[in-house]
Structures are given as structure tokens and as C-alpha cells.
């Protein structure tokens, strides 16, 4: 077996890796797949090239068949050019990431992040928060059954002489709520804000500093945001 760091330069220049691939678990569980029919084999490994070197086995191990519905079979020019886009943002991803390390710079955590933000050139803001929202309520469970609370509240309505006040039942709020407020219970409490106290299933877009107005954006994005929130 080769566990030479040439196998990394080969990644790097070229669009796979050969097959079959076989990964640590625990490694793949904290590293993880992107959502995407085509590359995401390609993407995992040149990911686990940034930590580990990569081993490469020359005697064939199976053997495969060729048949017209290939991922890379018969393709028509426009979809080798779309193929070929998708490698290429990830090389050149995984680039900008080593420059970054080597800088000694901290990297955004990749697990977290949903998509890239690159100031409305592919998608607009308001576009990409409804994507990461809708995907959201998929992949995150304990989301999914609070938008659907929040969709059953219950409000009245009171009227007085120079007043009005609007009145809201919803039972799910009742958790935090009661949630204790004395100085012990919050100061012992994890801040729910930092990035190692967030849920695991909770992602979010990231928006790099090249933005021309990057504290803008994230202001944008959070009003984008919270506007698909269902109204109550």
C-alpha cells in the first residue's frame, strides 16, 4: 500500500480518486457526505487528504460493468461541463482551505455550512435563506416540530377603552419560558450561541469577508431569514 503525499497532488489535479473507497467511520461520521448526486465521493476524500494521507492499493479488487445510465457514461457535453464546475469549486475550495492552515488561520467548520453566500452572483439572499430553511426542516427534527407548534398557536385579541392587547397561547414555549432565570442557573447554563453548543443538525450560510460589505450581509441574511419564518 502507498501512503505517499503524491496520491494528495493526484487529488487535487485530478476529478476521482478510483474505486472502491473505503473510509474510517468515526472519521466520515465527523467529516460527513455533501448532498449532491454527483462528486460527493470526490469531495470526501480530497477533505480527508487536508488530515490524513491517503493510501492506494494497485491489485484490482472487483470487477465493475459499464452500462448507459453511468454517472459518467455517455455524458453530453453540458453535463461533463456541469460535472467537471462541481470538482472544480471543490479543488478549488479545498486550495483556498490549505492556504488558510498554512496561514495558521482558523477554517469555518464545513459541517455547519449549508452554502456559500457570494453576494447574490448564483443566488440571491432572500432564495438562499428559503433553500437552507426548506432543507432545515428536513434534516433537523427538533425544527421541524417547532415551526409546526408555531404554526398551531392560538392568539385573541382584547380591546379596552385605550388599549389592545393581543393574547397568545402556545404551550411549546412553556419549556423556556420556565426556564430558570437566577444568576447560579445562567451562569452555569452553556451559552447557546457559541458554534460547540449549537444542535448537530443546525447549519448556516457563509458569507466570506471578500463581500464588499460583509457585516451588512450577515444583517441581510438574519432579516432574509427570519421573514420565512411562518407568520402567527
Known amino acids: 500500500m502507498d501512503t505517499g503525499q503524491t496520491d494528495i497532488i493526484i487529488c487535487l ?10 473510509f474510517d467511520a468515526s472519521v466520515i461520521r465527523r467529516i460527513g457526505f455533501p448532498n449532491v448526486s454527483y462528486g460527493e465521493d470526490y469531495a470526501v476524500a480530497l477533505r480527508i487528504t487536508r ?15 459499464r452500462w448507459k445510465n453511468n454517472t459518467d457514461a455517455g455524458l453530453s457535453v453540458k453535463k461533463q461541463n456541469i460535472n ?13 482551505a490549505r492556504k488558510l492552515i498554512n496561514k495558521g488561520k482558523p477554517l469555518p467548520d464545513s459541517n455547519r455550512i449549508f452554502a456559500e453566500f457570494n453576494g447574490g452572483k448564483d443566488l440571491s439572499l432572500s432564495l438562499l435563506c428559503q ?25 385573541r385579541k382584547l380591546s379596552g377603552e385605550k388599549y389592545k392587547v393581543i393574547l ?3 404551550p411549546a414555549r412553556a419549556v ?6 437566577d444568576k447560579e442557573s445562567i451562569k452555569n447554563r452553556p451559552c447557546f450561541l457559541c458554534e460547540n453548543n449549537l444542535p448537530r443538525e443546525q ?4 458569507i466570506p469577508r471578500s463581500i464588499s460589505d460583509p457585516l451588512q450581509s450577515r444583517a441581510d441574511f438574519r432579516q432574509a431569514f427570519y421573514n420565512r419564518l411562518p407568520a402567527t
Open 13 to 22: 489535479r485530478v476529478n476521482g480518486m478510483g474505486a472502491p473507497r473505503a
Open 84 to 96: 467537471d464546475l462541481y470538482k472544480d469549486k471543490l479543488r478549488t475550495a479545498e486550495i483556498e
Open 51 to 65: 488530515e490524513y494521507k491517503v493510501g492506494r492499493i494497485y491489485d484490482s479488487l472487483y470487477l465493475c460493468r
Open 176 to 181: 423556556s419560558s420556565g426556564a430558570a432565570v
Open 203 to 206: 447549519l448556516g450560510c457563509f
Open 131 to 155: 433553500s437552507l430553511y426548506d432543507s432545515q426542516k428536513k434534516s433537523w427534527p427538533q425544527l421541524a416540530a417547532a415551526c409546526r407548534d408555531l404554526a398551531s398557536v392560538q392568539t
Open 168 to 170: 397568545q397561547y402556545n
